[in-house]
Nanobody, 124 residues
């Protein structure tokens, strides 16, 4: 059983900062990419930032220079440091991890796992 759990959302004023965390746990063989997506009311879910193990991060244009994604492979955890927040950053933020699970000696196919989402609200 694999779980992906986010934490760190909340309410902040424009210009403020928040740090999101996402931890994967369970019978994990390996993790490839880990990333953050967000979905605002009435809009499609969009990629915010992602990072592949040992690779460079990718960011949406709208968050470049303000958000930083980082990863602790030893803890199977990814972070999103969000600075200079704007009201348009308001959304539910979801963690995604491409995980290869293992069970009873068998290795599963790599699959995407999603967290439950955490609300980020930026007031003007």
């Amino acid at each position: 059983q694999v779980q992906v759990v986010e934490s760190g959302g909340g309410l902040v004023q424009a210009g403020g900062s928040l740090r999101l965390s996402c931890a994967a746990s369970g019978s994990i063989f390996s993790i490839n990419a880990m990333g953050w997506y967000r979905q605002a009311p009435g809009k499609q879910r969009e990629l915010v930032a992602a990072i592949i193990s040992g690779g460079n991060p990718n960011y949406a244009e709208s968050v470049k220079g303000r958000f930083t994604i980082s990863r602790d492979n030893g803890k199977n955890t990814v972070y999103l440091q969000m600075n200079s927040l704007k009201p348009e950053d308001t959304a539910v933020y979801y963690c995604n991890a491409e995980i290869t699970a293992q069970a009873m000696g068998f290795i599963d196919h790599r699959r995407p796992y999603w967290g439950q989402g955490t609300q980020v609200t930026v007031s003007s």
